[in-house]
Nanobody
């Protein structure tokens, strides 16, 4: 069982930046960030495998968000720049040991954090 704890959420004005962190209690193959806005389904936004190669991004965050991980620290990060009001959501860290599955689909992941809220005002 791997525990995940997110931090770094908060309130920011449009155009601003935030950096989310996720601390894992163990190492896993693939980690990802998801978000869920009020009244909407959970959305996969970025994913990365152990070693940091070949990250995946959903189109709405490409060029603005950067996912990275530190294997030695069992940590996952999401640098979010040029934030928009539509980025407002609860952000979740997810992880899996599986080598198969869609990297931006929730069912791929076994372990989940409790979430951290990001609010972007216009």
């Amino acid at each position: 069982q791997v525990q995940l704890v997110e931090s770094g959420g908060g309130s920011v004005q449009a155009g601003g930046s935030l950096r989310l962190s996720c601390r894992a209690s163990g190492n896993t193959y693939r980690m990802a960030w998801f978000r869920q806005a009020a009244g909407k389904e959970r959305e996969g936004i970025a994913s990365i495998v152990s070693g940091g190669s070949k990250p995946y991004y959903t189109d709405s965050v490409k060029g603005r968000f950067t996912i990275s991980r530190d294997r030695a620290e069992n940590a996952l990060y999401l640098q979010m720049n040029t934030l928009k009001p539509e980025d407002t959501a609860m952000y979740y860290c997810a992880a899996t040991d599986a080598y198969i599955g869609n990297p931006l689909t929730a069912s791929t992941y076994l372990y989940w954090g409790q979430g951290t809220q990001v609010t972007v005002s216009s």
